[in-house]
């Protein structure tokens, strides 16, 4: 069982960062490829980008490739999300993810884990 707690979320103007932080209950970490997707109001929930248990291999959606970064720190037991030079179509729920498998989290019926989400506001 793993618990998943995001942060880092909130307002910010176009052209802006932002960093999430998911932090991951259990000493297996390392075990687990992590996943970032999010949903926005009336949309499915989709992918974002996903990193392997070394954080060797990372994975991006096409809409946030050049802008977005993961990483992880398997001794902090702590995945990231680097967003720069936001849009206002980046407005959504961002959710972390986890799987536990040698298998990158890119679909949502990959995941194990869910987090509860953060709320990230692209805005003037």
């Known amino acids: 069982q793993v618990q998943l707690v995001e942060s880092g979320g909130g307002l910010v103007q176009p052209g802006g960062s932002l960093r999430l932080s998911c932090a991951a209950s259990g000493r297996t970490f390392s075990n687990y490829f992590m996943g970032w997707f999010r949903q926005a109001p009336g949309k499915e929930r989709e992918f974002v980008a996903a990193i392997s248990g070394s954080g060797g291999s990372t994975y991006y959606a096409d809409s946030v490739k050049g802008r977005f970064t993961i990483s992880r720190d398997n001794a902090k037991n702590t995945v990231y999300l680097q967003m720069n030079s936001l849009k206002p179509e980046d407005t959504a729920v961002y959710y972390c993810?986890?799987?536990?498998?040698?298998?990158?989290?890119?679909?949502?019926?990959?995941?194990?884990?869910w987090g509860q989400g953060t709320q990230v506001t692209v805005s003037s």
């Open positions: 993810a986890a799987k536990n498998a040698i298998v990158l989290p890119t679909k949502p019926s990959r995941v194990d884990y």
